[in-house]
């Protein structure tokens, strides 16, 4: 209960398109959902986050959709950039407890 | 600032030997976690500090490994011995409390041959 599921693993997407990755909970006490980015050779960083109380937060070109009911949440690229190449990482926290991390997606985008 | 700052970057060892990893967190920040990444596990939790106390070590795989936070300003995550199924990016970040946003380090790269 305590697991993010994410997917896809790895992605692949053309310049200027949209890149979508998808995590799912379950367990519903959640209340802090965070996207972390990483870099090669670098530690993760924070991109954006969310509380259940919205169903989408925007950021530039980056963001996340939000379903509740559905215990599924997911961040959106627009206009896919090559500098946006990373492993993105979604997380979820209960209060003051730990974050829990998805295993992570690597996204490449093609120039 | 110079955000989380992590020693060694890489580290090569021998299987048996004992490693030592070093960080020193974020002037300021209370809260100091040690995370390991691997491909197949993702990032995990080894374990994570609150004012230089304990408070989660559940994540920590076995007795080889240890971790101290002497004071607000340096931790160690030791490993002794070391197996080649240690071999993992280690990460260490903090925190202004352990709800805000983490601010990791760089990493060490270890290889455990």
């Known amino acids: 209960q305590q697991q993010v599921k994410q997917s896809p693993q790895s992605l692949i997407v053309q310049k200027g398109g949209i890149s979508i990755i998808n995590c799912a909970y379950e367990n519903t006490a959640f209340d802090y959902f965070p996207w972390y980015q990483q870099f090669p050779g670098k530690g993760p960083a924070l991109l954006i986050a969310?509380?259940?109380?919205?169903s989408e937060k925007k950021e530039g070109r980056f963001t996340i959709s939000f379903n509740k009911s559905a215990k599924q949440f997911s961040l959106h690229i627009m206009d896919s950039q090559p500098g946006d190449s990373a492993t993105y990482f979604c997380a979820a926290r209960k209060g003051d407890d730990k974050i829990i991390f998805g295993k992570g997606t690597r996204l490449h985008i093609l120039p | 600032d110079a955000g989380v700052i992590q020693s060694p970057r890489h580290e090569v060892t021998e299987m048996g030997q004992e490693v030592t990893l070093r960080c020193k967190p974020i002037?300021?920040?209370?809260?100091l976690f040690w995370y390991r990444q691997t491909m197949m596990r993702g990032l995990e939790l080894l374990i994570y500090?609150?004012?230089?106390?304990?408070?989660?070590d559940s994540g920590m795989p076995e007795d080889r490994f240890s971790a101290k936070m002497p004071n607000a300003s340096f931790s160690t995550l030791k490993i002794q011995p070391s197996e080649p199924r240690d071999s993992a990016v280690y990460f260490c970040a903090s925190s202004l409390g352990a709800r805000a946003k983490l601010f990791f380090g760089s990493g060490t790269q270890l290889s455990v041959l």
């Open positions: 969310i509380r259940p109380d919205v």
């Open positions: 002037s300021g920040h209370n809260s």
């Open positions: 500090f609150n004012n230089n106390v304990p408070i989660d």
